[in-house]
């Protein structure tokens, strides 16, 4: 650990989320204890009865308090530790939150266990009674953690991590601690908490869409898909209760489209945070889907002018492009790492804003003179965002002395491009306020 990190904010951390875990944590098992039993239920299944009891990983599931310590001093920065300390506390907070809304009990009895694990077990139940089940906030502990520890482990060590890791999470059930579902409930709850915490904490500037009514459209038909999921989640219960997933991935489109732009998917150095990528999985699927479909009916990428080609994110793959400027918000890194490579993450359909155009067009620019050979830019499928962004580099960089004329070299090297004339004449008028490259 480099002398650089703040030792002392950490202590002041580990001061007040110790004695706040056990109070929040002792006073919802405290509730439900004193509750009638008709009050306190379970969601155990019939197969779990099957699931052994391994005395010995009362080992790994103890661990979890060593590590939940040392993890504040693992930062490397106050704000990588303000925003850790914070996600462990949201997560306790809600997590006991559910636990006094909706008590639960763990459903089996624990036979007596004798030796060092049957002592470690006593002294487990003197503070751990069975009630606060779900949300596991052993798991969604497990996986904050998890994420700092993964941040600060050098690579040859991450097989050890991994495996300790996923070691206690198996504990959970192998020392009778928590039924099945406490574990997803747990693991969504940290992965919520994570994204509503990202790291390192982005600068969001303040979004404005140039064409306000389109997106509020766009995001209106999110909108009417997460309601949709949701009713369907209040009528079939039971199972029905996994398309709240992808009703939450929607509900996160609808407000990127309507309010916070592409800083919703968190895309950082190329890559989907992992709280955004699992949050983000259904959508992901369903546009990868979609788009291959399409992928099959258009063209790959096309060369626009001398060493500048535009194109789809299959195309980004390519080994002979020696530069990638990526626009597809919603898609990690596809670029080989030999690629010298730019990240501009805007959103599907629309015109960006003029500071994100701008930066756009100014990172093609900067690639271009920076490397001799083919360069690609590609969005999802190469039909709007890409194309934008092409039209106004020949504009501000003075290939082309208007919107119209690079549209109609574009038009001439590019098969299919997907702008409407008010896209084009919005363009133009972004165009005319920006100085040139």
């Known amino acids: 650990m480099s002398a650089g990190r703040p030792w002392r904010l950490?202590?002041?951390?580990?001061?007040?989320?110790?004695?706040?875990?056990?109070?929040?944590?002792?006073?919802?098992?405290?509730?439900?204890?004193?509750?009638?039993?008709?009050?306190?239920?379970?969601?155990?299944m019939a197969w779990e009865r099957a699931i052994p009891l391994w005395p010995w990983t009362i080992v790994p599931y103890w661990s979890i308090d060593l590590l939940y310590g040392v993890s504040l001093f693992l930062c490397a920065s106050r704000a990588e530790l303000n925003a850790h300390a914070k996600r462990l506390l949201a997560v306790t907070l809600l997590s006991c939150l559910c636990f006094l809304l909706f008590p639960l009990r763990f459903g089996f009895e624990r036979p007596p266990l004798d030796g060092v694990f049957?002592?470690?077990?006593?002294?487990?139940?003197?503070?751990?009674?069975?009630?606060?089940?779900?949300?596991?906030?052993?798991i969604g502990l497990l996986l904050v953690l998890w994420l700092r520890y993964w941040q600060h482990t050098p690579p040859r060590w991450l097989w050890l991590l991994h495996g300790w890791f996923a070691l206690i999470g198996v504990?959970?059930?192998?020392?009778?601690?928590?039924?099945f579902w406490d574990v997803p409930s747990g693991f969504a709850l940290a992965v919520?908490?994570?994204?509503?915490?990202?790291?390192?904490?982005?600068?969001?500037?303040?979004?404005?869409?140039?064409?306000?009514?389109?997106?509020?459209?766009?995001g209106a038909r999110y909108a009417a898909g997460a309601?949709?999921?949701?009713?369907?989640?209040?009528?079939l219960g039971a199972w029905g209760w996994l398309l709240a997933w992808?009703?939450?991935?929607?509900?996160?489109?609808?407000?990127?489209?309507?309010?916070?732009?592409?800083?919703?998917?968190?895309?950082?150095?190329?890559?989907?945070?992992?709280?955004?990528?699992?949050?983000?999985?259904?959508?992901?699927?369903?546009?990868?889907?979609?788009?291959?479909?399409?992928?099959?009916r258009l063209p790959g990428a096309e060369e626009v002018v001398e060493e500048v080609w535009l194109g789809p994110v299959s195309a980004a793959r390519d080994a002979r492009f020696v530069a990638v400027l990526?626009?597809?918000?919603?898609?990690?890194?596809?670029?080989?790492?030999?690629?010298?490579?730019?990240?501009?993450?805007?959103?599907?359909?629309?015109?960006?804003?003029?500071?994100?155009?701008?930066?756009?067009?100014?990172?093609?620019?900067q690639l271009r003179a920076s490397h001799r050979g083919p360069l690609l830019v590609h969005c999802a499928l190469g039909l709007t965002r890409s194309a934008v962004v092409l039209l106004a580099w020949l504009v501000l960089s003075g290939r082309a002395s208007s919107v119209e004329q690079a549209r109609a070299l574009l038009r001439q090297r590019r098969q299919r491009v997907e702008l409407s004339?008010?896209?084009?004449?919005?363009?133009?008028?972004?165009?005319?306020?920006?100085?040139?490259?």
């Open 10 to 44: 950490a202590c002041l951390w580990l001061l007040l989320l110790g004695p706040s875990f056990f109070l929040l944590y002792g006073a919802a098992n405290h509730y439900a204890a004193g509750l009638p039993p008709e009050r306190v239920g379970n969601v155990a």
């Open 118 to 138: 049957g002592r470690m077990f006593d002294l487990l139940m003197g503070f751990d009674k069975p009630f606060n089940q779900a949300p596991s906030l052993h």
């Open 171 to 179: 504990s959970v059930l192998t020392t009778w601690q928590h039924h």
């Open 192 to 218: 919520l908490v994570c994204y509503l915490w990202p790291m390192p904490a982005p600068a969001t500037p303040a979004w404005h869409s140039p064409e306000p009514g389109r997106s509020r459209r766009l």
């Open 227 to 235: 309601a949709l999921l949701l009713a369907l989640v209040a009528t």
């Open 246 to 296: 992808p009703a939450l991935a929607l509900g996160v489109l609808t407000l990127a489209y309507w309010r916070l732009g592409p800083a919703a998917l968190q895309k950082h150095a190329g890559r989907r945070r992992f709280a955004a990528r699992v949050l983000l999985w259904p959508y992901s699927l369903a546009a990868r889907l979609v788009h291959g479909y399409f992928l099959r």
């Open 326 to 365: 990526d626009l597809a918000a919603e898609y990690d890194r596809q670029a080989p790492a030999a690629a010298a490579y730019h990240s501009q993450p805007l959103l599907d359909l629309l015109l960006p804003p003029p500071a994100q155009l701008r930066q756009a067009a100014l990172a093609l620019q």
């Open 421 to 437: 004339d008010a896209q084009c004449a919005e363009l133009a008028r972004q165009c005319a306020r920006m100085e040139p490259l």
